[in-house]
């Protein structure tokens, strides 16, 4: 008896073992296959300057193994006679299989050129960065979502009816999970209209830090005492942000007082003093100084400046020369600088002494 003419679910033995030579032998023609040509592609896109064919490289490289087996399965099956059933299965599958490899190409690619735009642009341009990291996310969801639509469709369902039903039960969700909604639409919010990107220093009511981190829920800031504090996109924007990143120079009042025993002609020289000091200075904009008030234990002087850069140890570096310049000046020409001062009453009667 001819052992290979046997028959075995509407097929020969024969038939059997030559559909899974096919397989096997299709399936390691396709795994040499996607080496020597990554490896042909690789070594072409080192002699190029472009990113482009770096990211064909990787991306082919992310070609399962298992997705090349069920092409090899396919076309090994092809050899046999099988039911409509089982051969509508297999059909099925195989499209899923290439449908799930395209999108994990798809989602490997915007990984990729995202991760390249953020590299070559977070430091010149963090507002763009900011941005491309959230369409990053939004267009990795509309990928799978339209790859589960797709799925769906090759297995038989009504996708018209479906999204109708999943717009009825999406409202419901919406109301469900409004806060986290609510957070999201937030993000694209400050993706889009960027009252604050990555690296900017801002002050939220009383609290202060650097942004580090832009999510689709939450936005994190690292404080100057180092800890990381954490926001709710939502309740970010609807508190008042002070972003001192775009602060483009940095207005500075500040005061000092003389004693009263100070001559008249004295007097007259501390504003022009402050004034050459403050002009001598780089990065700064002189305004004003003016004798501004009769104190209860000094003549008080008030000055205005600029500092023109946003650095805040730039602005404490000019304040503290500006102080030593003074110090050094009135001593110079005699001046004195007020201190503050108690007055006692010694009441007539009882003897006691009040401040």
């Not at 297995?155 to 999406?170: E, K, M, Y």
Request: proline share 2%.
């Amino acid at each position: 008896m001819n052992l290979l003419g046997q028959t075995y679910y509407g097929n020969t033995l024969q038939d059997w073992l030559t559909a899974l030579a096919v397989v096997i032998a299709l399936a390691l023609l396709l795994y040499f296959a996607k080496r020597l040509v990554i490896a042909r592609l690789a070594a072409w896109a080192q002699k190029t300057e472009t990113r482009l064919d770096d990211c064909v490289v990787e991306i082919l490289a992310g070609t399962r193994f298992l997705f090349l087996l069920i092409i090899a399965f396919y076309f090994g099956l092809q050899y046999l006679e099988l039911p409509p059933k089982p051969t509508r299965l297999i059909t099925h599958f195989t499209v899923i299989a290439l449908l799930l490899q395209a999108a994990m190409w798809g989602n490997r690619g915007i990984v990729l050129w995202l991760d390249d735009y953020l590299k070559r642009n977070r430091e010149t341009d963090a507002a763009g960065a900011t941005t491309v990291s959230v369409l990053g996310f939004i267009a990795r969801v509309a990928l799978w979502s339209i790859l589960l639509l797709m799925i769906l469709d090759n297995l038989g369902f009504n996708i018209t009816a479906l999204v109708a039903s999943l717009g009825i039960g999406g409202v419901a969700v919406a109301l469900a999970t409004q806060n986290i909604l609510g957070d999201i639409f937030a993000s694209l919010s400050i993706a889009i209209d960027k009252p604050f990107v990555i690296g900017d220093f801002i002050v939220v009511d009383d609290i202060l830090g650097n942004v580090e981190y832009i999510g689709l829920k939450t936005t994190r800031l690292r404080s100057l005492g180092g800890e990381q504090i954490v926001f709710s996109n939502t309740d970010l924007l609807k508190s008042r942000i002070r972003n001192y990143k775009r602060m483009y120079e940095r207005r500075v009042v500040f005061s000092f007082g003389v004693v009263y025993q100070t001559p008249h002609e004295k007097l007259k020289s501390v504003p022009v003093m402050v004034r050459e000091i403050i002009e001598g200075l780089e990065k700064t904009r002189f305004d004003r100084a003016h004798f501004k008030e009769y104190g209860d234990s000094s003549l008080n002087f008030e000055v205005v400046y600029f500092v023109q850069d946003p650095d805040y140890n730039i602005y404490m570096d000019i304040q503290q020369c500006i102080n030593l310049s003074l110090f050094e000046g009135f001593a110079r020409e005699g001046i004195e600088f007020a201190y503050p001062t108690r007055t006692l009453y010694l009441h007539r009667e009882t003897g006691v002494v009040h401040g």
